[in-house]
């Protein structure tokens, strides 16, 4: 690939450092600089969006599948069934702890093995109110639950007349609601460690992560505000971005995300539109989620877009979810989670091809 591009009598390579925007009469840029994006370039592109279009400190709670979730013992419920904008008072799921339970849990917190900060790390600050929660745990013992694990305003409707100790509340992570983030806790646990100390929360014991949790220096936009359905800057439709800066995640899906980009900008060049792929397929559900798929918080003047691996929880739900085998015998168990992932890998894959013999001559052409 580096032959055929240092060979090709087209394309010119320029090797450096990117310290600000590409010149004015540039009409058809892609930005594809990575979650380490050069500070110039970055504050470039802040220049045109706002201070907080930009994130350096990537802190990430964790997000779990909707479906996997105890609703026996969780409940829907806003704090003092308070509506936040878009909300109906509801909006949070809530998982209740007795002080036992509590007690354990900030242990755990304390006692769980961490990842370290890499050295470019360690002296980028963290966002006001985005602290790890172990940090918050180890500030005291009732920390967390004058914090993110407050149990004030909420009624358990399944045992009423007991009032919990905490209560950790997961909200709506895209507008499919099959994705729930739990709230405040982004956190630098290890990976085994966050499963095994977040399904000790009731609820949560046969919790499904779609994403775990984690904090790491990482520069992306705030897509779903800046970015339209094409990728292209609103405040500068010259300019569209591609890669794990725009929200994604992951080798794959990053590289994905550069073709579709580039797939965008030939149509343009040729005074083209091209339909973005199905929402049912795996780029179309990730394009889905990065330019309008997610919910912004509802608690006035903070972050809540992160950035996300593909996962199913992105994918619409099925017409018709299978409840039998081919030979008539019903599903049982995991052959339910199993049979519903391989129907919408089949959607995903026939939607995909009638979208490319439909409109991929497009960029074919181009």
């Known amino acids: 690939m580096t032959k055929a591009l240092n060979e090709h009598p087209l394309i010119e390579i320029a090797r450096g450092e990117i310290a600000g925007l590409p010149p004015a009469d540039w009409s058809n840029v892609i930005v594809a600089t990575g979650p380490l ?3 110039p370039l970055a504050d ?3 220049a045109l969006t706002d201070e907080s279009a930009l994130a350096f400190f990537d802190a990430i709670a964790p997000i779990v599948h909707r479906e996997s979730i105890d609703m026996s013992v969780a409940w829907f419920q806003s704090r003092y069934d308070k509506v936040g904008p878009g909300g109906n008072g509801a909006d949070y799921i809530n998982c209740p702890m007795t002080k036992e339970q509590y007690d354990g849990f900030v242990a755990a917190l304390i006692a769980g093995e961490k990842t370290e900060f890499k050295e470019w790390e360690t002296n980028t600050p963290y966002f006001d109110g985005c602290l790890p929660i172990e940090v918050m745990a180890e500030r005291g013992p ?14 358990n409707p399944h045992d009423p007349a007991t009032k919990a100790y905490a ?12 994705l729930y983030n739990i709230v405040g806790f982004q956190t630098k646990l290890k990976y085994g460690e966050q499963q095994r100390i ?29 970015l339209d359905g094409q990728l292209r ?50 780029l179309g559900s990730l394009l889905g989620h990065i330019t309008g798929g997610h919910i912004e918080t509802i608690e006035p003047g903070t972050r809540s877009f992160q950035p996300m691996n593909i996962n199913f929880g992105l994918f619409p739900p099925l017409a018709t979810v299978p409840t039998k085998k081919p030979d008539g015998t019903r599903l049982r168990g995991n052959e339910k989670t199993v049979a519903k992932k391989q129907a919408m890998s ?12 439909d409109h991929l001559h497009i960029a074919a052409a181009a």
Request: proline share 6%; with cysteine.
């Open 37 to 39: 994006t050069s500070a």
């Open 44 to 46: 470039a592109i802040r």
């Open 142 to 155: 009732e920390t967390l639950r004058h914090g993110p694990m407050k149990p004030v305003g909420l009624t």
């Open 167 to 178: 209560i950790v509340q997961l909200r709506q992570d895209n507008k499919l609601g099959t």
């Open 198 to 226: 977040f399904r000790s929360i009731p609820g949560l014991e046969k919790a499904e992560f779609a994403r775990l949790g984690g904090l790491h220096r990482n520069t992306f936009l705030n897509s779903p505000k800046l």
């Open 233 to 282: 800057l609103r405040a500068q439709p010259r300019l569209r971005f591609a890669g794990q800066m725009t929200g994604c995640e992951g080798y794959v899906e990053s590289a994905s995300v550069g073709l579709i980009a580039g797939v965008y900008a030939a149509a343009d060049a040729r005074g083209q539109t091209l339909e973005s792929p199905p929402g049912t397929t795996a």
């Open 346 to 357: 089949a959607r995903a894959l026939a939607d995909l091809d009638r979208w490319i013999a």
